[in-house]
Protein backbone atom coordinates (compact mmCIF):
# COMPACT_ATOMS: atom_id res chain seq x y z
CA UNK A 1 0.00 0.00 0.00
CA UNK A 2 0.78 3.57 -0.98
CA UNK A 3 1.09 6.05 1.58
CA UNK A 4 1.57 9.43 0.16
CA UNK A 5 4.45 11.17 1.43
CA UNK A 6 3.71 14.60 -0.25
CA UNK A 7 0.79 15.21 1.15
CA UNK A 8 2.00 14.72 4.66
CA UNK A 9 5.11 16.76 4.48
CA UNK A 10 3.31 19.75 3.27
CA UNK A 11 2.01 19.62 7.08
CA UNK A 12 4.93 18.89 8.86
CA UNK A 13 6.35 22.69 8.69
CA UNK A 14 3.07 23.56 10.44
CA UNK A 15 3.59 20.79 12.89
CA UNK A 16 6.91 22.14 13.60
CA UNK A 17 5.72 25.94 13.90
CA UNK A 18 3.57 24.67 15.69
CA UNK A 19 6.10 22.79 18.37
CA UNK A 20 8.16 25.69 18.53
CA UNK A 21 5.25 28.24 19.47
CA UNK A 22 4.47 26.11 21.80
CA UNK A 23 7.81 25.34 23.59
CA UNK A 24 8.72 29.25 23.30
CA UNK A 25 5.25 29.71 25.28
CA UNK A 26 5.98 27.86 27.57
CA UNK A 27 9.50 28.58 28.74
CA UNK A 28 8.41 32.13 29.07
CA UNK A 29 5.46 31.23 31.42
CA UNK A 30 7.96 29.22 33.42
CA UNK A 31 10.42 32.05 34.05
CA UNK A 32 8.01 34.27 34.31
CA UNK A 33 7.27 32.24 37.01
CA UNK A 34 10.33 31.21 38.26
CA UNK A 35 11.89 35.15 37.87
CA UNK A 36 8.97 37.14 38.55
CA UNK A 37 8.00 38.98 41.93
CA UNK A 38 4.82 38.99 43.62
CA UNK A 39 3.85 41.98 45.85
CA UNK A 40 3.65 41.47 48.78
CA UNK A 41 2.22 44.60 50.42
CA UNK A 42 -1.08 45.80 50.49
CA UNK A 43 -0.81 49.61 50.74
CA UNK A 44 -3.48 52.64 50.20
CA UNK A 45 -0.72 54.13 47.86
CA UNK A 46 -0.82 51.24 45.79
CA UNK A 47 -4.41 51.52 44.57
CA UNK A 48 -4.21 55.51 43.65
CA UNK A 49 -4.08 56.85 40.69
CA UNK A 50 -0.78 57.48 39.34
CA UNK A 51 -0.17 59.76 36.18
CA UNK A 52 3.39 60.98 34.98
CA UNK A 53 4.09 61.79 38.64
CA UNK A 54 1.49 64.72 38.94
CA UNK A 55 -0.85 63.98 42.15
CA UNK A 56 -4.22 63.62 41.33
CA UNK A 57 -7.11 65.49 42.06
CA UNK A 58 -10.87 64.43 42.41
CA UNK A 59 -11.91 60.72 41.66
CA UNK A 60 -10.51 58.98 38.28
CA UNK A 61 -14.47 57.95 37.73
CA UNK A 62 -15.39 60.59 35.91
CA UNK A 63 -18.72 60.86 33.67
CA UNK A 64 -17.84 61.17 30.09
CA UNK A 65 -20.38 63.28 27.69
CA UNK A 66 -22.34 60.54 25.57
CA UNK A 67 -21.07 63.24 22.37
CA UNK A 68 -17.61 62.29 23.28
CA UNK A 69 -18.27 58.55 22.59
CA UNK A 70 -20.55 58.99 19.56
CA UNK A 71 -18.01 61.36 17.64
CA UNK A 72 -15.45 58.71 18.57
CA UNK A 73 -18.22 56.27 17.32
CA UNK A 74 -18.44 58.35 14.04
CA UNK A 75 -14.72 58.64 13.75
CA UNK A 76 -14.52 55.02 13.37
CA UNK A 77 -17.12 54.70 10.53
CA UNK A 78 -15.49 57.41 8.30
CA UNK A 79 -11.94 55.61 8.93
CA UNK A 80 -13.10 52.47 7.81
CA UNK A 81 -14.41 54.03 5.02
CA UNK A 82 -11.71 55.68 3.86
CA UNK A 83 -9.79 52.48 4.43
CA UNK A 84 -11.88 50.81 2.15
CA UNK A 85 -10.63 53.13 -0.48
CA UNK A 86 -7.07 51.91 -0.40
CA UNK A 87 -7.76 49.09 -2.59
CA UNK A 88 -9.65 50.94 -4.89
CA UNK A 89 -6.55 53.63 -5.31
CA UNK A 90 -4.68 49.64 -6.12
CA UNK A 91 -6.39 48.86 -8.90
CA UNK A 92 -7.61 52.10 -10.33
CA UNK A 93 -5.69 52.09 -13.36
CA UNK A 94 -5.95 47.95 -14.12
CA UNK A 95 -9.87 48.38 -14.02
CA UNK A 96 -10.10 51.81 -15.47
CA UNK A 97 -8.52 50.46 -18.71
CA UNK A 98 -11.83 47.95 -19.05
CA UNK A 99 -14.26 50.41 -18.69
CA UNK A 100 -15.61 53.47 -16.44
CA UNK A 101 -17.74 51.32 -14.31
CA UNK A 102 -14.66 51.67 -11.83
CA UNK A 103 -15.71 55.22 -11.63
CA UNK A 104 -19.36 54.73 -11.07
CA UNK A 105 -18.93 52.52 -7.95
CA UNK A 106 -16.61 54.63 -6.52
CA UNK A 107 -19.17 57.96 -7.17
CA UNK A 108 -21.90 55.86 -5.52
CA UNK A 109 -19.26 55.02 -2.28
CA UNK A 110 -18.62 59.13 -2.52
CA UNK A 111 -22.05 59.79 -2.61
CA UNK A 112 -22.91 57.65 0.24
CA UNK A 113 -20.24 59.06 2.50
CA UNK A 114 -21.23 62.24 1.74
CA UNK A 115 -24.84 61.32 2.47
CA UNK A 116 -24.09 60.17 5.48
CA UNK A 117 -21.78 63.44 6.28
CA UNK A 118 -24.52 65.68 5.91
CA UNK A 119 -27.20 63.65 7.54
CA UNK A 120 -24.63 63.64 10.67
CA UNK A 121 -24.40 67.83 10.23
CA UNK A 122 -27.60 68.02 9.68
CA UNK A 123 -28.85 65.85 13.22
CA UNK A 124 -25.88 68.46 15.00
CA UNK A 125 -23.90 64.66 16.23
CA UNK A 126 -20.88 66.78 15.04
CA UNK A 127 -21.56 69.94 17.17
CA UNK A 128 -20.04 70.05 20.81
CA UNK A 129 -22.89 72.54 21.65
Request: contains cysteine; charged residues 15%.
Given at each position: ??L??E?????L??L?L?????V??S???V?N??????P?EV??K???T????V?Y???A???FSV???????I??IF?????F??????V?QT????G?LI???M?????????GY?YL??R????WD
Amino acid sequence: MNLPIEGSLDYLAILILMLISLVIASVILVLNKIMGRVPNEVTKKKYDTYECGVEYEGDAHQQFSVRYYLVGIIFLIFDVEVVFMYPWTIVYQTYLKSGPLILAEMGLFFVLLLGGYFYLRLRGALSWD
